[in-house]
């Protein structure tokens, strides 16, 4: 692994030919989530099976956060008050109307990160899958709203439905997208609920989402991993074989 600054953003860079990212091999970036650090979804590129010399990117939030570890991060801040108010009345939180102050420029600052991991590490967008976890989820299917590339698929990792009044005239305009999403019956930090709707929503919209939902929390087990490696072999082969779950 390598580290590098792309489009302003500490990155880390595995896998490829020499396992720095070497060569002209695919290309999958993952965000992380709030509040953890920036190598922390770095470890997934050694437990799934995809295709030799795929490129592995994991940008790092731009944020340091004042709590929690030294190394946290985040890609805009959270209402955290918020959430302990809602978890100690026993509401359910609903995202999908929200647009938060800080997602704006999270997103132009991925635009940035995708143009200059294209131009300068050569990444063919009909071979780069975008994705993330949480926090990065969200921002990773809002970057993909934003953009015409042709990306080969879409990851979301516990994430919810944000922004739904924005979100939906963009969504038409990614008709066909094959999408892997997986969510935690027990989640409590983002309910089911919203990530079922923000399946729906997809699903709605034209695109095409295989569906996983497990027995955990806010978590990625291995089995989720065990078939997101073939999601990811699979699109970066060229195969579409996308199935709407419900």
Not at 144 to 162: D, E, H, K, V, W
Not at 182 to 209: C, F, K, N, W
Request: glycine share 12%.
């Amino acid at each position: 692994m390598r580290e590098e600054h792309i489009g302003g953003l500490r990155t880390r860079v595995t896998g490829g030919t020499d396992g720095k990212g070497g060569g002209n091999g695919p290309v999958v970036i993952l965000l992380h989530g709030f509040g953890a650090p920036g190598n922390d979804l770095v470890p997934l590129a050694d437990v799934m099976d995809v295709p030799v010399g795929t490129r592995w990117f994991f940008p790092e939030g731009p944020l340091s956060l004042s709590f929690g570890p030294s190394d946290a991060r985040a890609w805009w801040i959270i209402d955290m008050a918020r959430i302990a108010a809602d978890q100690a009345a026993g509401r359910v939180r609903d995202l999908s109307q929200d647009i938060p102050k800080g997602l704006a420029p999270a997103r132009e600052t991925m635009l940035a990160f995708l143009k200059e991991v294209e131009h300068k590490f050569g990444a063919d967008p009909r071979k780069t899958i975008l994705g993330g976890f949480s926090q990065g989820a969200m921002l990773s299917c809002d970057v993909m709203l934003r953009t015409t590339q042709p990306y080969a698929g879409l990851i979301q990792l516990s994430g919810t439905l944000l922004a739904a009044q924005e979100w939906a005239p963009l969504l038409q305009k990614r008709k066909h997208l094959l999408v892997f999403q997986s969510h935690g019956m027990q989640d409590e930090l983002l309910p089911y609920v919203g990530a079922e709707r923000l399946r729906d929503t997809l699903i709605h919209a034209g695109l095409s989402v295989e569906w996983h939902s497990f027995r955990g929390g806010h978590e990625i087990p291995r089995a989720v991993l065990q078939r997101l490696g073939k999601f990811i072999t699979n699109r970066l082969r060229g195969n579409h074989f996308g199935i709407a779950e419900r």
